[in-house]
């Protein structure tokens, strides 16, 4: 199972600069957690589940229901 973030990210008009800078995580980290291969185990962190909320002032399960019913391939 493989979540699409660059898709969620280009949907939500949202830049992974833009992310760093509203959730307060450093770019880099997150620049190279949205870019990783995915695999079973590794699809989403809670970092980055929280880094994503954070930047569209949502909670944390609110951007986790819209990648899986979204984003998942």
Partial sequence: M???IKHYLEV???TIYQ???RSGYGYTTL???FNK???SSTSLNLRD???LAQAQDKSMWEVLKELEENYLE
């Fill in 12 to 14: 939500n008009h949202l």
């Fill in 19 to 21: 992310v760093s800078k």
């Fill in 49 to 51: 589940l929280d880094a």
């Fill in 37 to 39: 291969p995915q695999s």
């Fill in 2 to 4: 493989r979540i699409d």
């Fill in 31 to 33: 620049h190279k957690s």
